[in-house]
């Protein structure tokens, strides 16, 4: 879908990334590339990359107000966690203080044992992850569609 078939008369609508994915989603709706959505569902968002610096953490900072998050990491994402620079919260942690510093409202959920591409480390568990994002997702959508 392009950015050409974006609703334009109000109709809600959602944009979703994984990783590198996620980052995107964020410039469109922060730089103004589209109308902005109601919400973003962001998977694995690379929060803080080898160089551990913040340019990725400030891009949330810049969504409007209007916009509502769904953030999904894995429990064991090196982004969220080894990444970080000495002194920085990590993983659900870090997730909350960033949020806390957006005007864009988020929720977060975490995989447990997930790494950057939320599914489990170990062998197995794939379904079962990709059916919790699946709820995780239908309940959050059908919440911020009701407020």
Not at 28 to 54: D, Q, W
Not at 83 to 110: F, H, T
Request: aromatic share 6%; with cysteine.
């Amino acid at each position: 879908m392009g950015l050409d078939m974006i609703p334009k008369d109000g109709t809600p609508w959602w944009l979703m990334g994984a990783s590198y994915g996620s980052r995107v989603a964020v410039a469109i709706a922060s730089e103004g590339m589209a109308p902005t959505p109601m919400g973003l569902i962001l998977t694995g968002f690379p929060m803080y990359g080898p160089k551990g610096t913040r340019e990725r953490v400030d891009a949330l900072g810049g969504l409007p107000s209007s916009v509502r998050m769904l953030c999904i990491s894995g429990e064991a994402d090196e982004f969220i966690g080894k990444n970080v620079p000495a002194g920085e919260l990590r993983g659900a942690e870090l997730w909350g203080k960033v949020l806390e510093s957006c005007d864009a409202a988020g929720c977060v959920r975490i995989v447990d044992k997930g790494g950057h591409g939320c599914f489990p480390t170990a062998k197995g568990g794939k379904q079962a992850t990709c059916d919790q994002i699946v709820q995780w997702t239908s309940e959050w959508t059908a919440d911020i569609t009701q407020t």
